[in-house]
């Protein structure tokens, strides 16, 4: 089995504050996301790597590693690092919900429902943050299919998404987690639970359920890789439309 030689196409900035590993992560990441990496390819080694991109090994092994916690590569004795399978891609990733639904080819749409900058004490707490911070906070009816699905709530410190401050056109167009890519802006890790209750009044009449159909719930604080609070999220789904998948790794 040939390996892909997909350093060709890594650019690494040295003069960046995010960390030279992380920026080989990402792009890894971003190359199997995207179909560049295929599942069962195999990635050069790590002495490869590093030559290639005159990067030291240990900061290769430490991006390779990374993304075999996430279970996005697989290594094996004898065979080397390679691609793990879609299953486990779209388990792993951190992405937004209109990015899942796009690569189901379910035609998300979107209504945005309140764009507004408030002051939030419990969502500016589960970032972190002083409760007096500025936050963006974002209301918005995710439809599958034009059927309703979602209901997303995301409070974002306004400072952060300020220049510019995406708008309700732009957030009707694309998932949230683009837009902030786009402006540079890159959750990596999230701490996320994941419940079901009764749906609230509102909920019930936005997702047109009906009888005593509960909601799945999900809650996310998302933070860039230095550190940097980036979303607080709450969101409700119907449980008979969508499943939330979780991998678990052995420690």
């Not at 080694?45 to 005159?54: K, Q």
């Not at 990067?55 to 390779?64: C, E, F, G, N």
């Not at 209750?197 to 005593?212: K, Q, S």
């Not at 604080?221 to 998948?245: C, K, L, N």
């Amino acid at each position: 089995m040939s390996a892909r030689t997909i350093s060709d196409e890594v650019m690494i900035d040295r003069s960046s504050a995010v960390p030279l590993y992380q920026q080989l992560a990402t792009q890894l990441t971003d190359a199997i996301s995207d179909g560049r990496l295929q599942p069962g390819d195999a990635i050069e080694n790590e002495i490869d790597l590093a030559e290639r991109l005159t990067l030291s090994r240990p900061t290769v092994r430490q991006a390779i590693a990374e993304l075999v916690q996430q279970g996005l590569l697989i290594r094996r004795r004898g065979i080397g690092t390679t691609v793990a399978n879609r299953v486990i891609h779209r388990r792993a990733e951190l992405t937004s919900l209109h990015e899942d639904l796009v690569r189901e080819n379910r035609a998300p749409t979107t209504s945005v429902l309140t764009h507004r900058t408030v002051t939030d004490q419990d969502a500016a707490a589960a970032l972190g943050l002083p409760p007096d911070t500025p936050l963006l906070h974002l209301v918005r009816l995710r439809f599958a299919e034009a059927s309703p699905l979602a209901v997303l709530q995301n409070w974002l410190p306004a400072a952060l998404v300020a220049d510019p401050t995406p708008s309700s056109r732009d957030l009707e167009s694309v998932g949230l987690y683009t837009l902030l890519r786009e402006r540079g802006i890159r959750p990596t890790v999230a701490r996320q639970s994941i419940g079901a209750r009764v749906p609230t009044v509102r909920e019930r009449r936005l997702l047109e359920l009906r009888g005593n159909a509960p909601v799945l719930t999900m809650t996310r604080s998302a933070y860039a890789a230095d550190g940097t609070p980036v979303e607080f999220g709450s969101h409700s789904y119907r449980a008979d439309q969508y499943t939330i998948d979780v991998l678990v790794h052995e420690r």
